[in-house]
């Protein structure tokens, strides 16, 4: 392809994509499509000769499309969001057409700086002190596991990567139920194992982990000849949005001399606005802390948030230096591939760039807010309907529910018919062992509209009263 017909096929794809997100309400949030529908359309062998982009594009529409769960749907209320907005796509593009690998400053000064500087500008829009520093991962998971990795080499006196675990005391990781499955992998990936990864009960309305539980736990495990290395807080917890009392846990943390990582990966980013911030209060006193700019706050997967009180820990625990890596003749620069897991980085902190500077942190906090409030509606207005009740009350712009009186297998199965109806897609989860429908707003272009028919679907599908 030369770059004429790259331009021309630029602005059709641009076309495209603007009637895409424009006519997305017409579509059903979710892929209709039978498992193998997909793979069965495609050829078993790879082209011998060139096809044509006109070719390719039609096959795109036709075999690719139908198979997809629309992400941007304005009622998608499933999962978390992974918002993309129109200016993060640009930048993405432009990222994408310049294509640079940015493991190094040297590799490219203006993706390094940028992103020391737009971390400074989350950092202060969340309300974190100056001290901490952050680092774009591609995900909360990554973020999680670099973090998981400096409580074990902190612990064994950064001795892991040295010598390995073998003859090491055994570690152990603290952190409640509600915890995401990414805090699971990250043990299993750092060599601590299942078994040492302690699940502390929880207590209170917002399902926060027991205090009382936590410090007794740690005392046994001393007892017992293990090495308690780190405990791991949420706020706004996958399942049902629970948090942790951060102060308290931090508080216990550097009792024990232990470190603290606190996954905030959805919630994290509502704390743009002021008001909501005592879900984490207590936060500036953690070690590490991440959120997910591309959950809520429109900057295009992936784009994780990860900051720290002392990033030296972190690049003690990661970096790796071989002459080809270094760059001579520059002093004070960072690298941020000793940062990060993978030494490969994209250019991400163009997106949060501009996205920041389109909307404005006023823009970003008028959506936030709307999606707290209309969900928060929903809910009375469930709670007021006979044949609904609430689980857990809203947590920001998530809460759960059930049919009244159903068993598993009939709340499943409206589950099933809501999702299989079209019109808004959920999930489910479980609440004290018993299956539940989950509920999130958070999708860039929702209305109050879109969260008033989600009620309509649900009245409709539960049938007469």
């Not at 990060?340 to 760039?353: M, T, V």
């Not at 999606?371 to 509606?377: K, Y």
């Not at 009939?410 to 989860?429: E, K, P, V």
């Not at 479980?430 to 679907?457: K, P, Y």
Request: some cysteine; proline content about 6%.
């Amino acid at each position: 392809m030369d770059w004429n017909t790259f331009a021309r096929w630029g602005a059709r794809i641009a076309d495209w994509g603007a009637a895409y997100h424009q006519g997305l309400r017409d579509r059903p949030v979710r892929a209709m499509t039978r498992p193998g529908a997909v793979a069965a359309q495609l050829p078993p062998a790879p082209p011998e000769a060139p096809e044509a982009m006109e070719v390719i594009f039609a096959d795109f529409e036709r075999i690719v499309m139908p198979g997809m769960t629309h992400w941007q749907h304005p009622r998608f209320f499933a999962y978390f969001p992974a918002n993309a907005t129109p200016p993060s796509m640009l930048a993405e593009f432009l990222a994408t057409t310049v294509a640079a690998q940015c493991m190094l400053w040297q590799t490219s000064p203006a993706a390094t700086e940028m992103e020391t500087v737009m971390m400074d500008w989350l950092r202060q829009s969340v309300g974190l002190p100056e001290d901490f520093k952050g680092v774009i991962q591609d995900s909360a998971s990554s973020a999680t596991l670099a973090a998981v990795l400096v409580m074990r080499e902190r612990a064994l006196a950064w001795a892991g990567n040295l010598a390995g675990l073998t003859g090491q005391p055994r570690l152990r990781v603290y952190a409640s139920g509600e915890v995401h499955t990414s805090i699971d992998r990250a043990i299993w990936i750092s060599g601590i194992g299942a078994e040492n990864l302690v699940r502390i009960p929880t207590e209170g309305p917002r399902r926060g982990i027991s205090i009382a539980a936590l410090e007794a736990a740690i005392a046994a495990d001393r007892v017992a000849g293990y090495l308690p290395c780190g405990i791991i807080g949420c706020t706004g917890g996958t399942g049902i949005g629970a948090c942790d009392d951060i102060a308290a846990v931090v508080r216990v943390a550097q009792a024990e001399g232990l470190y603290t990582h606190v996954d905030a990966a959805w919630a994290g980013a509502a704390m743009i606005c002021p008001e909501f911030r005592g879900l984490w209060l207590g936060v500036d006193g953690a070690d590490s802390v991440v959120l997910n700019p591309h959950k809520w706050l429109g900057v295009q997967f992936d784009c994780a948030a990860h900051f720290l009180r002392d990033p030296a820990s972190l690049v003690q625990t990661l970096a790796i230096r071989p002459e080809y890596l270094k760059t001579h003749g520059a002093d004070g620069i960072i690298n941020y591939s000793e940062w990060s897991i993978p030494l490969g980085r994209r250019f991400r902190a163009l997106k949060l760039w501009f996205v920041l500077r389109h909307y404005g942190l006023e823009g970003l906090r008028a959506r936030i807010r709307n999606h707290v409030r209309w969900s928060q509606a929903l809910a009375a207005r469930l709670a007021a309907d006979p044949r609904f009740e609430i689980v857990t009350e809203p947590v920001l712009s998530l809460f759960t529910f059930r049919l009244k009186g159903a068993d598993d297998a009939a709340q499943q199965d409206f589950i099933n018919r809501i999702n299989d109806d079209g019109r808004i897609y959920l999930t489910q989860t479980r609440v004290d062992g018993a299956l539940v429908i989950r509920f999130q707003a958070g999708q860039f272009d929702a209305t109050e509209a879109d969260i008033a028919m989600a009620f309509d679907v649900l009245s409709e599908l539960a049938g007469t009263p």
